[in-house]
């Protein structure tokens, strides 16, 4: 079954406002991905985080480790409309396999 | 463009048809993968394969198997397609080492009548 659980599922902002989406896993995670999915696109590689409480920022995307490697976040601040998009949280366990979060679709209104 | 390249894009299937949808990557990558993406399911692995002369069995590889032909090629075989396997299908592809992330391919929407 899932093992990495990412809320909310969907998430409506109105540009300008900040965004936050959430993933939280049952097991300690060796490391933890971030991946962006436009509509009808693929998933795009954004960042990876490694050490527990590490946190690190592009540009308006701010990504943290929590301290017992077990969750993560993303936060976009002051969302634009190019932001639109499915979020997607991926685990890595110690086995090797990266496992995704069922992904957060974010819409920005204009 | 270095990356993964997905054929076909697009396809149409009755139930019981075979295919095998080709991926390919120019980025001398050791691993590949196949996911699924249904709506509200996030992405789950049917196979990878680690290195090349390599696959595994992933989290839903029932209907399906695979082929790693070589450094640079992995197929995705249905052997004989049901609606349930009407998904989008993404190859993808990493170097393999811990820490890297994945290229994904641009995908391909399957749907099976």
């Known amino acids: 079954g899932q093992q990495v659980m990412q809320i909310p599922q969907y998430q409506h902002v109105q540009e300008g406002e900040d965004f936050t989406t959430y993933c939280n896993s049952s097991?300690?995670?060796?490391?933890i991905q971030w991946y962006k999915q436009r509509p009808g696109g693929h998933p795009v590689f954004l960042i990876q985080?490694?050490?527990?409480?590490e946190v690190k920022k592009q540009k308006r995307l701010t990504f943290q480790f929590g301290e017992a490697k077990k969750n993560s976040s993303l936060h976009i601040t002051a969302t634009q409309t190019t932001d639109v998009g499915t979020y997607f949280c991926?685990?890595?366990?110690?086995?090797?396999?990266?496992?995704f979060g069922q992904g957060t679709t974010l819409q920005v209104k204009p | 463009n270095a990356g993964v390249t997905q054929t076909p894009k697009f396809q149409v299937l009755k139930t019981g048809q075979s295919m095998t949808l080709q991926c390919a990557q120019d980025?001398?990558?050791?691993?590949m993968y196949w996911y699924r993406q249904d709506p509200g399911m996030g992405l789950r692995l049917i196979y990878y394969?680690?290195?090349?002369?390599?696959?595994d069995k992933g989290e839903v590889p029932n209907g399906y198997n695979v082929s790693r032909l070589n450094k640079r090629e992995f197929s995705l075989r249905l052997e004989s397609a049901a609606p349930s396997q009407t998904s989008v299908y993404f190859c993808?592809?990493?170097?393999?080492?811990?820490?890297?992330?994945?290229?994904f391919g641009s995908g391909t929407r399957l749907t099976v009548v």
């Open positions: 394969s680690a290195s090349e002369g390599t696959t």
């Open positions: 980025m001398n990558h050791n691993s």
């Open positions: 993808a592809s990493s170097s393999g080492q811990g820490f890297s992330g994945y290229t």
């Open positions: 985080l490694v050490k527990s409480g």
């Open positions: 991926a685990g890595r366990r110690n086995t090797g396999k990266l496992i």
């Open positions: 097991t300690t995670l060796s490391n």
